[in-house]
């Protein structure tokens, strides 16, 4: 099967199944109810799926310490639950996308429990160990400030394990062949059962040389092409997404020079970017990291995101610039983590205004590559600062005003549901917003069937276009003769902007708005003037055929209408 490129032109929802919709009443989300909502998300538009860990698991990194990769863990329901599920969304025209968590395991695992035990057991080298603690065991932690040490001294063991994340989370040998061939076993057991990609956790880690006396990993990027290959060859279209917060001069070794390695990479030099454009109306340094990350193969695409299940790391930005995010996104010490990030949800962090909210969605659907939602964004649900770490920006979906925002019919649910303040599921939640035409939820069901209407932003190449004000952003994307441009002002006062769209002749001269009615035609200098008010934006297609005939109508040139091929 020949792989269609599908996700070029996506748009991906990530939830969590624990969390999502409970059916049978326990207090937890399950498959069950996740399927009963699948009619949900095929109305929002949603193309593709993508499920947090759901495996087997103690529960003590929400999921993310995985103790048995090949089944469901019995929280959530069933295999055959997962089948049905995976099925109805086939059936809707949707496609699933997993986590695969392959840099650890739980220290639950049996694989674990028999390499602690037993020296001479196979699993002994699936797993990285040293007789003494390393020198550098206090270096390299994913989360300073609670983790303390990479090595950890285990007992039964009698030797020091290596865990890049928490010490219950032992990595994986990947060097291993062994280790290698159980991983192409995990991804084909899954991709049997209806799973069309993976969301692949933490990759640097995982082609990255471990050991005491490794310093500096070297990165095994060959084994990003052996997965590749696997997945095509169990199922041409399937894909990998991969979660690498490198820098943009490593980008091709993880796509690969003729793409054969990842499909998908999120782009989280735009996303820290991006968040700084946002809190200093300067978007200068956002179109730097957009032309950073502009080199690709054809084949490969950029995962956007604006947030998601973890803190929004600002490790990349400079210190005055991540300062500035922090005193507008941030300022209390209590809604940052790990000393490099913010651990609030998006639309307390720009004060539940929904025109803001309309400019934030509206560059994410309309920056190089392809959107990630993260459920609860098309709501604007916030978040519990109560909650320890990552877990505030975890809680669950609000469908409703009915007890637990009607998502478990339980008095206890996994984990407490927002209530009560502007964030409680008695104001926020779905049914809510379903029955107000100008609600962020309509809003979003509208923007995400535009955004498939313009396949140029997944598909073409794009050029930004200069403006003399950094608060405004103008971009063009280019397609089989296609044009499409869009605008957006960051500040929060109007602004006036000229420009040029740097399409020639007469298809050039008119730009026809998508949201409304906002149509530009060319002043007597041949340019584009607009006003556009604070936190504004505008999608235009460029010489679109339906008003170029209604112009040329009303002008009685018929005969100079261009012609413009449809998409």
Same mark, same amino acid.
């Given at each position: 099967?020949?792989?269609?490129?599908?996700?070029?032109?996506?748009?991906?929802?990530?939830?969590?199944?624990?969390?999502? #919709?409970?059916?049978?009443?326990?207090?937890?989300?399950?498959?069950?109810?996740?399927?009963?909502?699948?009619?949900?998300?095929?109305?929002?538009?949603?193309?593709?799926?993508?499920?947090?860990?759901?495996?087997?698991?103690?529960?003590?990194?929400?999921?993310?310490?995985?103790?048995?990769?090949?089944?469901?863990?019995?929280?959530?329901?069933?295999?055959?639950?997962?089948?049905?599920?995976?099925?109805?969304?086939?059936?809707?025209?949707?496609?699933?996308?997993?986590?695969?968590?392959?840099?650890?395991?739980?220290?639950?695992?049996?694989?674990?429990?028999?390499?602690?035990?037993?020296?001479?057991?196979?699993?002994?080298?699936?797993?990285?160990?040293?007789?003494?603690?390393?020198?550098?065991?206090?270096?390299?932690?994913?989360?300073?400030?609670?983790?303390?040490?990479?090595?950890?001294?285990?007992?039964?063991?009698?030797?020091?394990?290596?865990?890049?994340?928490?010490?219950?989370? /032992?990595?994986?040998?990947?060097?291993?062949?062994?280790?290698?061939?159980?991983?192409?076993?995990?991804?084909?057991?899954?991709?049997?059962?209806?799973?069309?990609?993976?969301?692949?956790?933490?990759?640097?880690?995982?082609?990255?040389?471990?050991?005491?006396?490794?310093?500096?990993?070297?990165?095994?990027?060959? #084994?990003?092409?052996?997965?590749?290959? !696997?997945?095509?060859?169990?199922?041409?279209?399937?894909?990998?997404?991969?979660?690498?917060?490198?820098?943009?001069?490593?980008? #091709?070794?993880? !796509?690969?020079?003729?793409?054969?390695?990842?499909?998908?990479?999120?782009?989280?030099?735009?996303?820290?970017?991006?968040?700084?454009?946002?809190?200093?109306?300067?978007?200068? /340094?956002?179109?730097?990291?957009?032309?950073?990350?502009?080199?690709?193969?054809?084949?490969?695409?950029?995962?956007?995101?604006?947030?998601?299940?973890?803190?929004?790391?600002?490790?990349?930005?400079?210190?005055?610039?991540?300062?500035?995010?922090?005193?507008?996104?941030?300022?209390?010490?209590?809604?940052?983590?790990?000393?490099?990030?913010?651990?609030?949800?998006?639309?307390?962090?720009?004060?539940?205004?929904?025109?803001?909210?309309?400019?934030?969605?509206?560059?994410?659907?309309?920056?190089?590559?392809?959107?990630?939602?993260?459920?609860?964004?098309?709501?604007? #649900?916030?978040?519990?600062?109560?909650?320890?770490?990552?877990?505030?920006?975890?809680?669950?979906?609000?469908?409703?005003?009915?007890?637990?925002?009607?998502?478990?019919?339980?008095?206890?649910?996994?984990?407490?549901?927002?209530?009560?303040?502007?964030?409680?599921?008695?104001?926020?939640?779905?049914?809510?917003?379903?029955?107000?035409?100008?609600?962020?939820?309509?809003?979003?069901?509208?923007?995400?069937?535009?955004?498939?209407?313009?396949?140029?932003?997944?598909?073409?190449?794009?050029?930004?276009?200069?403006?003399?004000?950094?608060?405004?952003?103008?971009?063009?994307?280019?397609?089989?003769?296609?044009?499409?441009?869009?605008?957006?002002?960051?500040?929060?006062?109007?602004?006036?902007?000229?420009?040029?769209?740097?399409?020639?002749?007469?298809?050039?001269?008119?730009?026809?708005?998508?949201?409304?009615?906002?149509?530009?035609?060319?002043?007597?200098?041949?340019?584009?003037?607009?006003?556009?008010?604070?936190?504004?934006?505008?999608?235009?297609?460029?010489?679109?055929?339906?008003?170029?005939?209604?112009?040329?109508?009303?002008?009685?040139?018929?005969?100079?209408?261009?012609?413009? /091929?449809?998409?």
């Amino acid at each position: 099967m020949i792989n269609d490129l599908w996700y070029k032109n996506a748009v991906i929802y990530c939830l969590s199944v624990e969390t999502f #919709m409970d059916a049978n009443g326990d207090g937890v989300g399950d498959f069950q109810g996740l399927a009963r909502r699948l009619d949900y998300l095929h109305g929002l538009g949603v193309s593709a799926v993508w499920l947090m860990p759901f495996q087997k698991s103690p529960g003590r990194d929400d999921g993310y310490d995985v103790s048995d990769y090949y089944g469901v863990d019995p929280r959530y329901g069933t295999l055959g639950d997962f089948v049905e599920f995976t099925h109805a969304a086939k059936q809707r025209g949707m496609r699933v996308l997993i986590d695969l968590v392959i840099n650890h395991t739980s220290d639950q695992h049996p694989w674990f429990q028999e390499a602690r035990r037993d020296p001479a057991s196979k699993y002994r080298d699936w797993y990285v160990w040293s007789k003494k603690k390393p020198k550098n065991a206090d270096q390299g932690m994913v989360f300073p400030g609670v983790q303390k040490t990479t090595w950890t001294y285990d007992d039964v063991a009698k030797a020091y394990y290596f865990h890049r994340f928490y010490d219950f989370q /032992p990595d994986l040998n990947t060097s291993n062949p062994a280790v290698q061939a159980e991983i192409l076993k995990i991804m084909g057991f899954w991709i049997q059962l209806g799973v069309s990609g993976f969301r692949m956790d933490a990759v640097p880690f995982i082609i990255g040389t471990k050991g005491a006396d490794v310093t500096t990993p070297t990165e095994q990027y060959d #084994m990003l092409r052996t997965f590749r290959e !696997f997945m095509q060859w169990r199922q041409g279209d399937s894909i990998a997404l991969a979660e690498a917060n490198v820098l943009p001069e490593t980008d #091709m070794q993880y !796509f690969g020079s003729d793409g054969d390695r990842m499909h998908m990479m999120f782009n989280f030099q735009v996303n820290q970017n991006l968040f700084y454009a946002l809190a200093a109306a300067d978007t200068r /340094p956002l179109v730097k990291a957009m032309k950073a990350t502009k080199p690709r193969p054809a084949t490969a695409q950029w995962g956007l995101f604006l947030r998601n299940h973890d803190e929004l790391d600002l490790g990349r930005l400079e210190e005055e610039q991540r300062q500035a995010v922090f005193a507008a996104f941030g300022p209390d010490e209590s809604m940052q983590l790990y000393d490099r990030g913010i651990r609030r949800r998006l639309a307390p962090m720009l004060g539940g205004d929904q025109r803001r909210l309309e400019l934030a969605y509206s560059l994410l659907f309309t920056l190089p590559g392809t959107p990630v939602l993260r459920y609860g964004d098309e709501i604007g #649900m916030g978040d519990d600062l109560s909650l320890p770490e990552r877990n505030c920006a975890r809680t669950p979906m609000q469908w409703s005003n009915e007890p637990h925002g009607g998502f478990t019919k339980s008095d206890k649910p996994v984990m407490p549901v927002i209530s009560g303040g502007p964030w409680g599921y008695e104001h926020v939640n779905a049914a809510i917003q379903r029955r107000h035409p100008q609600s962020l939820l309509n809003w979003t069901e509208r923007i995400i069937r535009m955004r498939k209407e313009v396949p140029e932003v997944g598909w073409g190449d794009f050029e930004v276009i200069t403006t003399r004000d950094p608060a405004v952003l103008v971009v063009r994307y280019d397609w089989r003769n296609n044009s499409v441009l869009f605008v957006h002002n960051l500040g929060d006062t109007p602004r006036e902007v000229a420009f040029a769209t740097g399409v020639d002749g007469e298809h050039g001269k008119v730009l026809v708005d998508l949201l409304g009615n906002d149509h530009l035609d060319v002043d007597d200098k041949g340019k584009h003037r607009l006003v556009i008010e604070g936190w504004g934006y505008r999608w235009y297609r460029v010489g679109g055929l339906d008003y170029l005939l209604r112009r040329s109508e009303i002008d009685g040139v018929d005969d100079k209408m261009p012609a413009h /091929p449809a998409p």
